[in-house]
Nanobody, 117 residues
């Protein structure tokens, strides 16, 4: 299994970024997919989830509700995270993975998002 996240960068507070993550080697269509993040010195936290199935229900951490949007493209084995109105506290390495996380799936490198004030 490979999870390749991209799209991070340096942005000013109030700006936007769109992250992408291509997943290979797993049955993407039937897995719930999520974005997680880890800030320096902090534990990794769940940011957003898009569930499998026709409705593609989403779920967000309170800290990003109304600012972030997670979507998925099953045909492309890709999950996206649109991040708007970014804040300095959003600075972290962002990873995609399944939800729940399985121990045999490597987290990959993630993609660094830095928000300047």
């Amino acid at each position: 299994v490979q999870l390749q996240a991209s799209g991070g960068g340096l942005v000013q507070a109030g700006g936007s970024l769109r992250l992408s993550c291509v997943a290979s080697g797993l049955p993407f269509r039937t897995n719930h997919m999520a974005w997680y993040r880890q800030a320096p010195g902090d534990r990794r936290e769940l940011v957003a989830t898009v569930f499998s199935g026709g409705t593609r229900t989403t779920e967000y951490a309170e800290s990003v509700k109304g600012r972030f949007a997670i979507t998925r493209d099953n045909a492309a084995n890709t999950v996206y995270l649109q991040m708007n109105n970014l804040r300095p506290e959003d600075t972290a390495v962002y990873y995609c993975n399944t939800r729940p996380v399985y121990e045999w799936i490597d987290w990959g490198q993630g993609t660094l998002v830095t928000v300047s004030s």
